[in-house]
DNA sequence: GCCGTTTTCGGCCCGACTGTTTTCAGTCG
C-alpha cells in the first residue's frame, strides 16, 4: 500500500469528521497523523512501528494498519455512509465549516451544492436558528462566484500586485513600517491570498487611504485591526492587511509570514518557557508584554537563531537550526550561468549583459543563447555560435574583474538528437542541454532524450529540468528520480531556475536532488539586465529545499568551479 | 484522538471578525 494513499485516507477521514460536527481536536488528531506520516522520511516498510511516531497513537494507528492488510478503512466507510459526498465541496465556500454544514444537512437535509442553492432562493436558510437573512446572502453569492474564481495566484502574477500595494503603503505618510507577509513572504510558488502588515499610530485613516487607493472590488470582512479585500489586478485577489500599533510590528509579521505549523511550533516552545506568543507581542510569566525590533531579536527570546522565512514551513525547522549556517545565501552567489543576449531572443546585447553582471561583482558568467532548432527564439546557428565564442574570448582578455564563459543552451531535439554535433560543443566553456518543444512526447520519449543529453560528454548541466510554468503548466512530466539518477551517474549539474515563471526544479525535487548528492545551480535564464535579479527568488526557493552552499555550484570560487568544469 | 520532566485526565496556539445573538458560536488564518 501507497504511503501517499495513506495520508490521503486520514485526511479524508478528517474531512468527513469535520462534516460530521465532529469534536475538532479529533479531527486535527487525524490530520496530525497524516502530516506525521508525511513528514517522516521513511517509506512505510521501513517503519516496524507507526504508532512509535508522534502523532498516531491507537486510533490512527489501527486506521494505517486496517489499509496496509486490506487496502480499505471501515472507519471511512462508515463515515462516507453517513456524510453525503455532496457536503464535501461545501468545505470550500467562504464562511462555511463543517459545524454549519452539518447543521444544514441535518436539519434541512441539504446534500449538494444544488440543495444550497435551492434553499437560499427559497429562503428556507434564515429560518434555521444561527443563520439569518446575510448568511443567506452570502452563501448564494459564494455559490456563484465559486466556479469563477482562481485557486492559488502563481507568484509571477502576485508579484505586480505586491509591487502596487507596496507602493501605495509607502506614501501614506501615517504608515511607519509595512511589508509583505504570508506565503509570498515565504517565497511559495503560489499564494491563495496576500497578507501586509501595516505600522501604524492612526489605523482608521490608514485603512481609508489604503482602500480608496486600490481597486476594491469587494469586501470581505472590516474590522478595526484587519482588513480583507477582494482587489482586482490582472485577476481578482483576495488581500489581508493588518493594521498594528508601531511597537507590535515584529510579532505581527511574524505570526502573519507563518507558516501555520511553524506558529504552532513557535507557540508550543513558547509556551514551554512559561511565555504566550500572539501577534501583538509575547506575554511574559509576570503578565508583562514583550515586544521586539527586529525578527532576529524575537527569535533570539526563546534561545533560536534567525530562521529565515523562506524555511518558515512544515515546524521542524526549528530542529533544523544547526543546518541554517550552511544554508545557501544570496550573498554566496559568485556567478550566474544562463542567461541569453539580443543574438537570440534577449533584450540586451552581450556587453550590457556583462556589464550588468560586472555590477553585481560576480566572479564569472556564462552567456548561454539558444541554439538554431529554436527558430522563434533567433536560436544560434553553429556559425554565429562561434562567431560569439569568439567574441566573448576578445571580451575577456579585456575584462579583469569577471571571467566571461562562453556557452550555449543547446535544444535536445524531438527525436532525442542534440542541436549541436560535439566538435562544435567542445570548443565552448559551458553547455547547457534543454527541451523546448514536443512536450507532450511519452514519458519514455522524453526520458531518451534527456538520456542522449546525459549521455553526453560535452553536456554540463540540464536547465528547466521539469519544463513546467508555475500554476499553468505541469511540463513535459519526466520521472525525475531517474533523471537525478542519471545526473550523478554522468556528472551532470541539475538546474533550480530561479525565473518565478518556473522555478524549476521544484522544491520536492531539490530536497531529493541534494540527498542524491546531484549539483545544483541556481540561475536565472535572464533575456534581460532587469531579469538577473530573480536570483534572490532562486536562492530562497533553494532554501526552502534546505538546500546548503557547499551543493549549489555557482556559490564556488571561480577554480573550483573551472576545476570541475574540465574533469 | 493524542499526549505526558505538573503523566491516565484535561488540555490541545491564539485572536479577529461576522452574524447571530443579547453573550457567543463558528470560521478563518
Not at 238 to 264: C, Q, W
Request: hydrophobic share 35%; aromatic share 6%.
Amino acid at each position: 500500500m501507497n504511503k501517499k494513499i495513506i495520508i490521503r485516507t486520514l485526511e479524508k477521514i478528517a474531512l468527513y469528521m469535520e462534516l460530521k460536527g465532529e469534536n475538532p481536536f479529533k479531527v486535527s488528531a487525524f490530520r496530525k497523523a497524516a502530516q506525521a506520516l508525511e513528514l517522516d522520511p521513511r517509506s512505510l516498510a521501513e517503519m516496524d512501528d507507526v504508532t512509535k511516531l508522534k502523532g498516531i497513537g491507537k486510533g490512527t494507528g489501527d486506521v494505517i494498519t486496517e489499509l496496509m492488510d486490506s487496502g480499505k478503512s471501515s472507519v471511512l466507510e462508515e463515515l462516507q455512509a453517513e456524510v453525503p459526498k455532496g457536503l464535501v465541496p461545501l468545505m470550500k465556500l467562504q464562511g462555511l465549516g463543517g459545524k454549519k454544514i452539518a447543521k444544514l444537512y441535518k436539519e434541512l437535509g441539504i446534500d449538494s451544492a444544488e440543495a444550497l442553492k435551492q434553499a437560499c432562493i427559497d429562503h428556507t436558510i434564515q429560518k434555521l436558528p444561527g443563520f439569518g437573512p446575510k448568511s443567506e446572502d452570502k452563501i448564494l453569492q459564494e455559490l456563484m462566484e465559486f466556479d469563477s474564481r482562481p485557486g492559488r495566484h502563481p507568484i509571477w502574477k502576485t508579484e505586480e500586485a505586491v509591487a502596487t500595494i507596496n507602493e501605495v503603503l509607502e506614501n501614506i505618510k501615517e504608515v511607519s513600517e509595512y511589508s509583505v507577509a504570508g506565503s509570498y513572504r515565504r517565497t511559495k510558488d503560489t499564494s491563495k491570498d496576500l497578507d501586509f502588515i501595516v505600522a501604524t499610530a492612526e489605523p482608521a485613516k490608514v485603512k481609508d487611504l489604503l482602500l480608496a487607493a486600490l481597486p476594491v472590488e469587494g469586501t470581505i470582512a472590516s474590522g478595526t485591526t484587519k482588513v480583507s479585500v477582494t482587489v482586482e489586478f490582472q485577476d481578482p485577489i483576495d488581500i489581508d492587511f493588518r493594521l498594528v500599533a508601531p511597537e507590535e510590528f515584529v510579532t505581527a509579521l511574524h505570526h502573519f509570514t507563518g507558516s501555520k505549523d511553524h506558529n504552532v511550533k513557535m507557540r508550543q516552545l513558547a509556551k514551554s518557557q512559561n511565555k504566550k506568543i500572539s501577534e501583538y507581542g509575547v506575554e511574559q510569566e509576570d503578565g508583562t508584554i514583550r515586544t521586539f525590533k527586529s525578527e532576529e531579536e524575537f527569535f533570539q527570546h526563546f534561545g533560536l537563531p534567525f530562521i529565515p522565512p523562506s524555511v518558515r514551513e512544515d515546524g521542524r525547522e526549528t530542529d533544523r537550526i544547526e543546518e541554517l549556517p550552511e544554508l545557501v545565501t544570496i550573498e554566496d552567489i559568485k556567478g550566474d550561468l544562463h542567461m541569453h543576449t539580443t543574438s537570440s531572443d534577449g533584450a540586451n546585447s552581450l556587453k550590457e549583459m556583462i556589464d550588468a553582471c560586472r555590477s553585481k561583482s560576480y566572479e564569472y558568467m556564462v552567456i548561454t543563447d539558444h541554439s538554431q532548432y529554436l527558430k522563434v527564439a533567433n536560436g544560434l546557428t553553429p556559425e554565429r555560435l562561434l562567431a560569439q565564442n569568439k567574441e566573448i574570448r576578445e571580451l575577456n582578455k579585456e575584462y579583469k574583474d569577471i571571467e566571461i564563459f562562453s556557452g550555449t543552451e543547446m535544444d535536445i531535439l524531438p527525436d532525442a538528437s542534440l542541436d549541436f554535433d560535439d566538435d562544435i560543443l567542445k570548443q565552448l566553456d559551458f553547455v547547457i542541454a534543454s527541451i523546448h518543444s514536443s512536450f507532450q512526447q511519452p514519458q519514455e520519449q522524453i526520458m531518451e532524450r534527456m538520456l542522449t543529453a546525459m549521455k553526453n560528454p560535452y553536456v554540463h548541466m540540464i536547465a528547466h529540468p521539469t519544463g513546467r510554468i508555475v500554476g499553468q503548466r505541469g511540463g513535459y512530466d519526466p520521472d525525475v528520480e531517474q533523471l537525478l539518477d542519471w545526473a550523478k551517474e554522468y556528472g551532470k549539474i541539475v538546474e533550480l531556475n530561479a525565473s518565478p515563471y518556473r522555478l524549476d526544479l521544484a522544491v520536492e525535487f531539490l530536497e531529493m536532488a541534494q540527498e542524491k548528492e546531484v549539483p545544483v545551480a541556481i540561475n536565472t535564464d535572464a533575456h534581460a539586465i532587469e531579469q538577473l535579479e530573480v536570483m534572490a527568488i532562486g536562492v530562497r526557493h533553494g532554501q526552502k529545499a534546505w538546500l546548503k552552499k557547499e551543493n549549489v555550484v555557482n556559490t564556488w570560487p571561480l577554480e573550483k568551479l573551472k576545476a570541475y568544469l574540465k574533469k
